[in-house]
């Protein structure tokens, strides 16, 4: 599903956001990217959605090689793939359903079959009572839901989440990464950037652990303590 074969991504004034990476994430799999402030891992994800361009090396991501995409490709391709973000990104003057639906929209899939993929997605994330609220009226956990089934609407091979519990409680979080994992199990590839080790020491992933843009290491966790 993803290769990063010797990624580099250097500036102008000598430092490294990503240094010499080699990569492989299998389709099916579940992973967490971690590591502290400044060790790449908000890199990668640009990378991988095409928002950044590599110095050098080759980044491949559902057999397209990133490289050779178009700007106008580069869209297109950010549109079959799944994302969630710390800060939701939520259309503030939409409700539930259209937040959900907008993504729909933008491929130019009609209001007939939106009117049946939607609402299975709402029910799965438990906001199919809320679908005329808008952000506003929602919690952090609720807004985060939302954000989840618009980035599953589209039924995307993968799914990217950034820091998808940083804004919130632990209840919250823990109701974030089952539905992940929920995802995962129906065979989406899920890759999640995070700074909470409490919940990859727990959920026992492949974990690839990033520090000053280069991979420490890469384990398939048997409660195994992460640290940074």
Known sequence: MITLDHVTK??????????????????????FIVGSSGSGKSTFIKLLLRELQPTSGKIIVAGRDLSRLKSGQ???FRREIGCVFQDFRLLPDRNVYDNVAFAQHVIGVSKKEIRKNVPPLLTMVGLSEKYRSL?????GGEQQRVALARALVNKPKLLLADE?????????????MKLLEEVNNQGTTVV???????IVNAMEKR?????????????????????N
């Open 10 to 31: 250097s500036y102008k004034e000598g430092t490294y956001a990503l240094n010499d990476v080699n990569i492989e994430i299998e389709d099916g799999e579940f992973v």
């Open 74 to 76: 580069a869209a297109k």
């Open 135 to 139: 952000p506003g009226e929602l919690s």
């Open 164 to 176: 998808p519990t940083g804004n919130l409680d632990p209840g919250n979080s823990w109701e974030i």
């Open 192 to 198: 999640v950037v995070t700074h909470n080790l409490e």
């Open 207 to 227: 974990v690839i652990t990033m520090k000053k843009g280069v991979k420490v290491s890469d384990t398939k966790q048997d409660n195994l303590i992460v640290r």
